[in-house]
């Protein structure tokens, strides 16, 4: 990987690409009436994927960039769960009838930090409102600090399937830095209880570019995880964006690596990753090569949606909870950020919803291209622009960023087919900006482009 394309791309804001437009272009135009218009309009054949927000942890990590807050009462919760009930009950009605679900995701915040009863009684309410296939996928975030024996018997016996651990680093400097000290044996314990409780698909998530962190310290936390044999690992960049998280000012700006740092960080660890074995997969995934993901990559048939990467193939992400965020043919929509504001709308009878955005035809011919960049480095810009009836040229004369990174080597074109070069791919999302017709260079908004 060539260290003076990541100086000069570097430090670029860009979005990571897990919608398009991206959430800061969502308006409160789309409303509660539109959302429940459009889920009344989903064909008969539609299938969907449910994700559960559960915005709440014991103590607060540094680094997070999710909506959540710390609780000390278990009644808070119990409440916001009775919420989210009422609004999967509300959904539901909105469609008219029992849609098919394939996948079910829950995420925080700490979803575990529910009781286990509870979590149950919600599996149990999704159940009744909607067709869960008996091979649907149902994963489940996890702080290993604080599941318990009990939860994940709960978790079984509601066909929890797969489970993604928060690790983060095993460096005892970088995890007093971020507040998240976590050891080596807390997280094999957990992973051996899931395993005899066969839940059997196991994620790593992993950071680089945290406080004090170095290649050696990245390389000691992977070897550390390969002896827990996790399924699939995703290794993110941390975001350092205080002036919208305001905990992340507790972390010094000053014990931060640099953007070529945080290169080295990515790299080091890729390569580590793909030595022992696992196929590297789009901008931050790395799975076992008979996963469901490897086997979706190696076939051109993997997706990406607000979890990242996916081997989910529908169209209807219907998000449950504060700040949760669902997708339709028709475009996108969010809930209501703050929890207070979020459970009262349900308490008034109506969805949610606070904002959202319509697709237009351009979106969607924008967002296939940007999908297959972001999932397989490459795009057939003529077959994608053919299937929307437009013009493969005009979108590659639209596309002015795409300039320097052709003359810098990072992309190849091949008529009208696009591939990101092998040892520019961590520039990916440089490459799929280049087709974004909204994005604003001039906002901070996004994490640095690597």
Avoid at 102 to 113: A, C, L, R, S, V
Avoid at 333 to 358: D, F, M, P, W
Wanted: net charge negative; charged share 20%.
């Amino acid at each position: 990987m060539r260290t003076d394309l990541a100086a000069s791309y570097g430090e670029e804001r860009l979005p990571r690409y897990t919608s398009y437009p991206t959430a800061p272009h969502f308006s409160p135009a789309i409303g509660a009436d539109a959302y429940a218009g459009w889920l009344s309009e989903l064909s008969s054949s539609a299938s969907a994927s449910l994700y559960l927000h559960v915005p709440f942890c014991r103590e607060m990590c540094w680094y997070c960039g999710c909506h959540t807050q710390i609780v000390r009462r278990d009644e808070l919760i119990a409440a916001y769960l009775r919420t989210l009930r009422n609004e999967i009950d509300r959904v539901a009605d909105a469609i008219g009838r029992r849609i098919k679900v394939e996948h079910i995701h829950f995420g925080g915040g700490t979803p575990t930090i529910m009781a286990p009863d509870a979590f149950a009684e919600l599996m149990a309410a999704m159940r009744h409102a909607f067709f869960v296939l008996p091979s649907a996928e149902i994963a489940v975030e996890i702080d290993p600090r604080t599941l318990s024996a009990e939860m994940v018997e709960a978790m079984r016996l509601s066909g929890v399937n797969r489970a993604s651990l928060g690790v983060q680093s095993f460096d005892p400097v970088v995890q007093r830095a971020i507040n998240r000290v976590q050891s080596f044996e807390q997280t094999a314990s957990v992973v051996d209880m899931l395993r005899r409780a066969g839940i059997n698909g196991i994620n790593f998530d992993l950071i680089y570019g945290l406080p004090h962190q170095t290649v050696a310290s990245c390389l000691d936390t992977v070897r550390r995880s390969l002896e827990l044999k996790p399924d699939r690992f995703s290794v993110f960049g941390y975001a350092h964006v205080p002036s919208f998280k305001k905990h992340q000012r507790m972390i010094n700006d000053n014990h931060l690596p640099d953007g070529l740092a945080r290169h080295d960080q990515a790299c080091a660890i890729a390569n580590a990753l793909k030595e022992a074995g696992y196929v590297q997969i789009g901008l931050d995934h790395f799975a076992r090569p008979d996963d469901a993901m490897a086997v979706a990559f190696k076939e051109g048939t993997l997706r990406r949606n607000f979890q990242g990467y996916t081997t989910d193939q529908g169209e209807v992400l219907l998000g449950f909870g504060a700040s949760a965020i669902g997708h339709l043919p028709q475009g996108y929509v969010q809930n209501e950020v703050q929890i207070g504001a979020y459970a009262q709308s349900i308490a008034n009878g109506q969805l949610a919803t606070a904002k959202g955005y319509g697709l237009t035809d351009d979106d969607r011919l924008r967002a296939d291209i940007i999908e297959r960049i972001m999932c397989e480095f490459s795009a057939d810009l003529g077959d994608i622009c053919a299937r929307h009836g437009a013009e493969a040229g005009a979108m590659l004369r639209s596309a002015s960023r795409l300039k320097p990174l052709i003359s810098d080597g990072v992309v190849r074109l091949d008529g009208d087919r696009l591939a990101v070069a092998s040892d520019s791919r961590f520039l990916v999302r440089s490459v799929a900006a280049a087709f974004d017709a909204h994005l604003d260079p001039g906002k901070q908004l996004h994490s640095r482009a690597v």
